[in-house]
């Protein structure tokens, strides 16, 4: 279609919608009633203790207190708190999960290899038939020698029997030690080692990574896992010295042996005690164990209630995120506090496209429709360009006439105005990748890019809430309210949570900046861990007493707003001074180029002998394949080029970058922070290579390594563009 045919029929449908408007207009305003929703997006977030200096702590401005009838608000353990929903929701369905009919891997024309799933329908437990495992994998656990304050580690993905072991090591009065399934082995074996555990609950899955491990954990010896399609070749993995020392159980058989041993009984756990030892993913060095109290734990579920306050008894809640993850760990277990249904999935198998699903097989979103998911950005960056790739395969009337509705619907829903029939004929297909009923996402985890989380909260539909939060405060931190319309922010403090800010004078960031404090955060209030496990003197630049408070230093540059809404601005380890002796924040680039079409993933670097950063980027497959068909890039080629043959092009590259850094000035970067020189990687950074965590957060020293030499290339080219 020609171009001025596509802006004549698009010149056509904007007069048609506009005289909608116009004659509709009164209607809709008295039926909504748009005032409503842009008074609470105006109204004050968050407040200073003490408004006579800047360095006083900010609180929620409008507290939400759980009600003294709902037991969160009384609960002192989170043993305590599973046995008291399964006493108020006991018949509910509590957990729904997909066997595993057949998994077959298959081998693709580059090399790679994908597992493939044919999974069945969800089934689901109640709450008193949870309640039942739990009790019998409690009494299990007891037989095969755990004990009260015992560190049993959970190295598996995500799964309801994760939670069930979970649950039973804290019904003995046991800790659990959470390592993610995606560690390398040295992390593994480092988690394992520094906490002396004797007991390992995995899956079949990893045995094999286990048995690499083996020799190498010599405490070890119990290992009891979880099931899947195939039966492990337990003799072909571990050696006869290796099965004669460590004992070996399945899921089911410590069900079995729980229900054999009625009479074994542990220990209540006090408030105090350590309900996990969770490891983080290692982003920023070698993995730390942070200790979390059952007290923490419910301090940061009472802390949620703003978010909890919304759910009811109908809610489905997805779960896919590791739950090594406190992210993840702590949304299972607030979703249960409050009645919700869980069900089980898989990144893997999220969607009706994911590549872990065989032909023809329902994704898990479109067959469980949740109402409520909680997401990391590199997700919702993957969906936003999946769904804008999917319009642009459909020619330029498609793409504009697409364009405009988004714009349409952002204006009026600033305006405080919904769009029922836009979102009937339009935006339902879109939702209906998640299943069409997804409600609400929270988002964590890094930053999401306001034109993503603009995008998302339009085409879903939804009440997109990006929130801030870290293991050392059980993901509690902040989050935006339901009203706020923003992009970019991370809103106010949480419940019971306190936030201030700290001069950092090497980044010239002061509390009394004007007219916005800026500074590092610290993290107030009883959400805030006791410190890291067997590392004092990490524990003691990291944490702080003052006024009878536990703080924890984040190393995150944040601003405060006039509304009281925080903004990340910076981090301090992102923050790296070039040659000229400028200060660049890498963070600020990577967040703005994830969104960028030839973007699946980036890590800025800069090096302070140059004046400039480069940008490492994992090239998108489909865009650059298209590029080069463009280019004429092969074309006098027998063979098609290869990803990384096409990676390494010169035409390809120089074409990328000039688009990268294009896309870096409308998204309104500095000089400074637009990336020179790119180096396209044919790799996908997956958790498995060690090049990102488990939470799809950057190893930036991982990757630095990995492409050493390619960062020396590229800052040996000269330098002949403008930037």
Known sequence: MSEPTVKARLALIKGLVYSYDALTLPVYTLAQRPWRRRRANRRRKARPLDSTTAYSAWVRDAEHRVSDTHFTATSETVAELFERSVRQYGSKECVGYRPVLAEEDERQPDGKVFRRRLLDDYRYLSYNEVDAMVDVAAKGLLALGVRPKDLVVIYAETRYEWMVCAQ???????????LYATLTDDAVVHGIN????????TSSYLLERVSRVADRIPAVRCVVYMEGAREPPLERLFTDERRNHIRFETYTGLLAMGADHQHLMGEQPLADDTAVVMYTSGSTGAPKGVIISHRNILHGIRAYYPVAQTFTRRDVYLAYLPLAHVFELMCELLVTSFGLTIGYGSPFTLTDQSTGLKRGCRGDAPLLRPTFICSVPLVLDGIRKAVCEQVAGKGAFARAFFDFVIDYKSYWTGKGYETPLLDRLV????????????????????????ETHDFIRTCLSVSLLQGYGMTETVASGAAMDFGDLSTGRIGSPLNGVQIRLVDWPDGHYRAIDQPRPRGEILIGGGCVCEGYYRQPELTAGAFEMKDGVRWFRTGDIGEISADGSVRIVDRKKDLVKLQSGEYVALG?????LKSCPFVDNVCAYADSRHRY???LIVANEKRVINLADTLGVGRDRDESLSLRELCADPHIIDHVTRTVQDWCRQCGLGKSQIPVRVVLCAEQWLPDTGLVTAALKLQRRAIQDFYRQEITRAYCMPQTNGI
Do not use: N, Q, Y
């Open 168 to 178: 039973a090591l804290w019904r003995v009065g046991a800790t659990v030690t959470a």
């Open 427 to 450: 935006f339902s297909k879109i939702a209906g990748i998640l299943g069409g009923r997804v409600r609400l996402i929270s988002c964590g985890g890094a930053p999401l890019a306001a």
């Open 613 to 615: 950063i480069i940008a």
């Open 194 to 201: 520094e906490t002396e555990a004797t007991h390992l609950i």
């Open 588 to 592: 600020r680039t990577e967040s703005e």
